[in-house]
Structures are given as structure tokens and as C-alpha cells.
């Protein structure tokens, strides 16, 4: 289309008012693109806000699904910011009063935004990801709320970091190992007690130590030479030790003055509390028969099949009656245990006995018990020691570190894509203006030598 054609413009028309219009064209343009870079930076100024930011990357499996380091569920972005995490942050961290910390938390979550992404992503063939870092970036965005109550924006850093801070350091108390467990400084007199004492530290060290050789089945102390399970099998072993130390008590039916009461007073005990145990179970028996005959369900050897079928109430019954069959159970336990010390403190008469042979019995008693509590001891430091070396050094360590410290950023509207579009709006506004300035002064020009030339025209006609 090289003319014209019922009077519209053609490219080669334009294409020559382009190059008429060259010079107009430039100085505008680059007129466009100066006034618009200004106003596009004077709008940056005025619209963008600083944004402060850290990121924290975990590295434990489990984490791309959600789950805490020990299988259970979590939600990282609200455990950043909580009220309870930034509230720690600003008043144990950044040293605000309290006073200043309850007008900061509400503006400073409002403007803390915890975004995820990953990182160093390692995917196969099949576009599947075999494993990456999983991070979380927490940003703190300047606002005029936050602006008012703060001495420097400096402080913006100082939180931001506390915040991060103090939530990787919950995080890692939450998921670090602990005990509440003490050494046995004094076991008692009665020889009994003494074995109940030792046995329970050593029961409750062999369940925590399975629970956690459980959670971490390859982690051996580089101090102590030792996994959990390993320890949880020494415990068992000093167990099986104590047994003996508590057999030789009982056969022998030693008494420094209170065993034979105490043995007493525990068999009067449990013996009530199987009573009071049957008559529970004995109700709540029946009224569960009576729950299975008004539903229409065959009563199962085990109460806990029917749970999923039944009302609150009914689960109510279900929960008390399975209840009350362990405590039962358990109670029935304890009973046997202490009607078999009775028989065996009758048997063996202990107070009849020649005073050097009770003495050598007491004796051999006490050196029992001191090895078994010097054992006991040892072990408990051990055991403590693991957990302070899995806590360093092992894993709490590296489940979660800052990746990134404090930096500034800013927020702004005008991004880069903006600020192309803009630009080039305006250039092809300046060009069309410069190409429309160009066509009327060359009308103007056209219409004045017509002008001319009329006047000429004129002239020559009165000269005639």
C-alpha cells in the first residue's frame, strides 16, 4: 500500500511524515523520557515504603509438608507472628518497656509478612523435586504507625532481627531434648522405698531414652560413646541388677524398723483400691451392656471397637470403663506385689535372726544399694550428657539457621515493568504530537504561500 487510497493515509505517507517530523521527533521524545523518568522517580519517593528483611532456612525432611521436626504438625508463618514471638522480641530483645510494647505488637504484625520459597532445588526427570532448601523470608515494612513510636529507623533492623532470633531460638527449645530427671542423693532408710526410688529413675530414663533413640536412631554421643538405645539397654540391665538387690530385701525380709508397717499400710492401700476399682468397672460395665442393647450392637470382648459408633455420651461410658479396667489392672498388680513381700517378711523372721548375722545381711544390703545408686547416677549423667551433646551439635543445631541477616530493601509501586510501559506510552505520545506539531506547521506554511501567491495573482491583475 504505497498510495493513497480514498483518501486514507498509507505507510508510505506516514513513513514520510516521520522523516519530516525526525528532528521534532527526537527532541521530543527525549523530552518525554526526561519528564517522565522525574515523575516516575518523584512518585518512587513519595509511594515506596523500606522493607527490612531476614531469612531462615530449614533443613530437616518433613518440613515441605508442613511437619515439625518430630512428625507432628506445625505452622511456621503464625509461630513467626505471634503475638507471643514478637511481643519476646521487642521487650527481652529490643529493651521496649512495657508499656511501648503493648502499642508496637498490633502495627508490627500488621506489617510482618513471612513469605516461602525454596532454594538449591534439586528435581529429577520427571520434574519431581528430590530435595531443596526451604526458606522463609520475614520482611517488616516501614508505616507511619510503627515511624511515631520508634527513636531511629534503625530500630526497624534491631526488630526485625529480634524477631527472627527469638523465634529460632523457641523453635529449637521446643524441638531440643531435655530431662527432668535428678541424681538420688538420699534414698531413704526403709529398704523398700530404696528400691522403688532407684527403680522408678531408672524407668522413667529407659522410656525417655527409647522415646528419643526413636526419634533419633542414629545419633551416637561423640562424648559418652553411646546411641539411646544403648543407654535404654544399659538401664534395662541395671534394672534386672536392682531386681536382685529388691530380692535379696525381701527373702531375707530385712527390717530397719518400718518395712514391715510400711508393707502393711501398701497392702491395706491397694487392697481399697481394687475394691473401689471393681465396683467402677462393675458400673460402667453395666451401663455400657445397656448402651449396646439400646443401639443394637453385639458387646465386644474390647469396649473401644464400638467408639467410633456411639454418641458423646456413649463415648463417656466407653472412655470411664476403659479407664477404670487399667486402674484395676494396675491396682491389682501393685496388690500381689506387696501381699508377696508379706509372706516373704513372715517367712523369713527377720528380727529372730543372731545380731551379727542381721548385720552382715544389712551390710551386704547397703553395698548393694550403693552400687546400684553409684550405677544409677553415672548413667543419668550420661544420659544428660547425650542430650546436651544432640542439642549442640547433632541436630537441634541444624534444623533451622538465619540464612540471612537484617538487609533494606524497598517496596514500590513503580516497578521496572511499570516504568517500561510508562516510558513507552509517553514516546508514543511524543511522537505522534511531534508528527501532529509538524503536519499543522507545514499546513500554516502552505496556507501562507497560497496566501502569497494569491496576493501575487492580485497584484498582477491590477497592474493589467
Same mark, same amino acid.
Given at each position: 500500500?504505497?498510495?493513497?487510497?480514498?483518501?486514507?493515509?498509507?505507510?508510505?505517507?506516514?513513513?514520510?511524515?516521520?522523516?519530516?517530523?525526525?528532528?521534532?521527533?527526537?527532541?521530543?521524545?527525549?523530552?518525554?523520557?526526561?519528564?517522565?523518568?522525574? @515523575?516516575?522517580?518523584?512518585?518512587?519517593?513519595?509511594?515506596?515504603?523500606?522493607?527490612?528483611?531476614?531469612?531462615?532456612?530449614?533443613?530437616?525432611?518433613?518440613?515441605?509438608?508442613?511437619?515439625?521436626?518430630?512428625?507432628?504438625?506445625?505452622?511456621?508463618?503464625?509461630?513467626?507472628?505471634?503475638? +507471643?514471638?514478637?511481643? %519476646?522480641?521487642?521487650?527481652?530483645?529490643?529493651?521496649?518497656?512495657?508499656?511501648?510494647?503493648?502499642?508496637?505488637?498490633?502495627?508490627?504484625?500488621?506489617?510482618?509478612?513471612?513469605?516461602?520459597?525454596?532454594?538449591?532445588?534439586?528435581?529429577?526427570?520427571?520434574?519431581?523435586?528430590?530435595?531443596?532448601?526451604?526458606?522463609?523470608?520475614?520482611?517488616?515494612?516501614?508505616?507511619?504507625?510503627?515511624?511515631?513510636?520508634?527513636?531511629?529507623?534503625?530500630?526497624?533492623?534491631?526488630? @526485625?532481627?529480634?524477631?527472627?532470633?527469638?523465634?529460632?531460638?523457641?523453635? %529449637?527449645?521446643?524441638?531440643?531434648?531435655?530431662?527432668?530427671?535428678?541424681?538420688?542423693?538420699?534414698?531413704?532408710?526403709?529398704?523398700?522405698?530404696?528400691?522403688?526410688?532407684?527403680?522408678?529413675?531408672?524407668?522413667?530414663?529407659?522410656?525417655?531414652?527409647?522415646?528419643?533413640?526413636?526419634?533419633?536412631?542414629?545419633?551416637?554421643?561423640?562424648?559418652?560413646?553411646?546411641?539411646?538405645?544403648?543407654?535404654?539397654?544399659?538401664?534395662?540391665?541395671?534394672?534386672?541388677?536392682?531386681?536382685?538387690?529388691?530380692?535379696?530385701?525381701?527373702?531375707?525380709?530385712?527390717?530397719?524398723?518400718?518395712?514391715?508397717?510400711?508393707?502393711?499400710?501398701?497392702?491395706?492401700?491397694?487392697?481399697?483400691?481394687?475394691?473401689?476399682?471393681?465396683?467402677?468397672?462393675?458400673?460402667?460395665?453395666?451401663?455400657?451392656?445397656?448402651?449396646?442393647?439400646?443401639?443394637?450392637?453385639?458387646?465386644?470382648?474390647?469396649?473401644?471397637?464400638?467408639?467410633?459408633?456411639?454418641?458423646?455420651?456413649? %463415648?463417656?461410658?466407653?472412655?470411664?470403663?476403659?479407664?477404670?479396667?487399667?486402674?484395676?489392672?494396675?491396682?491389682?498388680?501393685?496388690?500381689?506385689?506387696?501381699?508377696?513381700?508379706?509372706?516373704?517378711?513372715?517367712?523369713? +523372721?527377720?528380727?529372730?535372726?543372731?545380731?551379727?548375722?542381721?548385720?552382715?545381711?544389712?551390710?551386704?544390703?547397703?553395698?548393694?544399694?550403693?552400687?546400684?545408686?553409684?550405677?544409677?547416677?553415672?548413667?543419668?549423667?550420661?544420659? %544428660?550428657?547425650?542430650?546436651?551433646?544432640?542439642?549442640?551439635?547433632? +541436630?537441634?543445631?541444624?534444623?533451622?539457621?538465619?540464612?540471612?541477616?537484617?538487609?533494606?530493601?524497598?517496596?514500590?509501586?513503580?516497578?521496572?515493568?511499570?516504568?517500561?510501559?510508562?516510558?513507552?506510552?509517553?514516546?508514543?505520545?511524543?511522537?505522534?504530537?511531534?508528527?501532529?506539531?509538524?503536519?499543522?506547521?507545514?499546513?500554516?506554511?502552505?496556507?501562507?504561500?497560497?496566501?502569497?501567491?494569491?496576493?501575487?495573482?492580485?497584484?498582477?491583475?491590477?497592474?493589467?
Amino acid at each position: 500500500m504505497d498510495e493513497s487510497m480514498n483518501g486514507e493515509l498509507t505507510f508510505k505517507m506516514i513513513w514520510q511524515r516521520i522523516k519530516r517530523s525526525g528532528v521534532r521527533i527526537l527532541v521530543y521524545a527525549l523530552i518525554a523520557l526526561i519528564v517522565g523518568a522525574g @515523575v516516575l522517580g518523584i512518585a518512587d519517593v513519595i509511594f515506596s515504603k523500606s522493607q527490612f528483611e531476614t531469612r531462615i532456612t530449614y533443613y530437616y525432611s518433613g518440613v515441605e509438608e508442613g511437619t515439625d521436626p518430630w512428625g507432628g504438625q506445625i505452622d511456621f508463618v503464625n509461630g513467626i507472628k505471634s503475638v +507471643n514471638n514478637v511481643s %519476646k522480641a521487642l521487650s527481652i530483645k529490643c529493651g521496649y518497656s512495657e508499656e511501648e510494647v503493648a502499642k508496637l505488637v498490633d502495627p508490627v504484625i500488621k506489617n510482618l509478612t513471612v513469605i516461602t520459597d525454596m532454594t538449591n532445588v534439586n528435581e529429577n526427570a520427571d520434574k519431581i523435586i528430590l530435595n531443596a532448601d526451604y526458606n522463609f523470608r520475614i520482611i517488616l515494612t516501614q508505616s507511619s504507625e510503627i515511624d511515631k513510636l520508634l527513636n531511629s529507623k534503625n530500630d526497624y533492623y534491631n526488630m @526485625v532481627d529480634a524477631i527472627t532470633s527469638t523465634y529460632i531460638e523457641a523453635f %529449637k527449645n521446643k524441638y531440643s531434648y531435655s530431662t527432668d530427671l535428678s541424681a538420688i542423693s538420699s534414698v531413704g532408710a526403709n529398704y523398700l522405698d530404696k528400691y522403688y526410688n532407684i527403680r522408678n529413675l531408672l524407668s522413667i530414663m529407659r522410656s525417655e531414652a527409647d522415646s528419643l533413640a526413636a526419634k533419633s536412631p542414629l545419633f551416637e554421643s561423640t562424648t559418652q560413646n553411646l546411641s539411646f538405645s544403648n543407654l535404654s539397654t544399659r538401664a534395662k540391665a541395671l534394672e534386672n541388677e536392682l531386681e536382685t538387690y529388691k530380692n535379696y530385701i525381701v527373702t531375707n525380709g530385712i527390717d530397719s524398723g518400718s518395712e514391715k508397717s510400711n508393707i502393711e499400710a501398701r497392702v491395706q492401700e491397694y487392697s481399697d483400691r481394687v475394691t473401689t476399682y471393681e465396683s467402677n468397672v462393675t458400673t460402667y460395665t453395666k451401663a455400657f451392656e445397656t448402651l449396646c442393647s439400646q443401639s443394637n450392637i453385639i458387646v465386644p470382648s474390647d469396649p473401644s471397637l464400638v467408639y467410633p459408633i456411639v454418641n458423646q455420651q456413649g %463415648k463417656e461410658i466407653i472412655d470411664n470403663l476403659i479407664q477404670s479396667i487399667e486402674l484395676l489392672t494396675e491396682a491389682q498388680n501393685n496388690l500381689n506385689d506387696w501381699t508377696y513381700y508379706k509372706t516373704c517378711y513372715e517367712n523369713a +523372721n527377720f528380727s529372730s535372726k543372731p545380731a551379727e548375722e542381721k548385720q552382715q545381711i544389712i551390710d551386704n544390703a547397703d553395698a548393694m544399694e550403693a552400687g546400684l545408686v553409684a550405677d544409677a547416677n553415672a548413667l543419668l549423667t550420661a544420659y %544428660k550428657n547425650m542430650i546436651k551433646d544432640y542439642n549442640e551439635s547433632y +541436630n537441634v543445631q541444624s534444623l533451622v539457621r538465619v540464612t540471612s541477616q537484617a538487609t533494606k530493601t524497598k517496596d514500590s509501586p513503580i516497578t521496572l515493568v511499570v516504568f517500561i510501559i510508562i516510558e513507552a506510552v509517553l514516546l508514543i505520545l511524543a511522537v505522534i504530537i511531534a508528527m501532529g506539531v509538524t503536519a499543522k506547521k507545514g499546513e500554516m506554511i502552505l496556507r501562507k504561500k497560497l496566501q502569497l501567491d494569491k496576493n501575487s495573482d492580485e497584484k498582477k491583475e491590477e497592474n493589467k
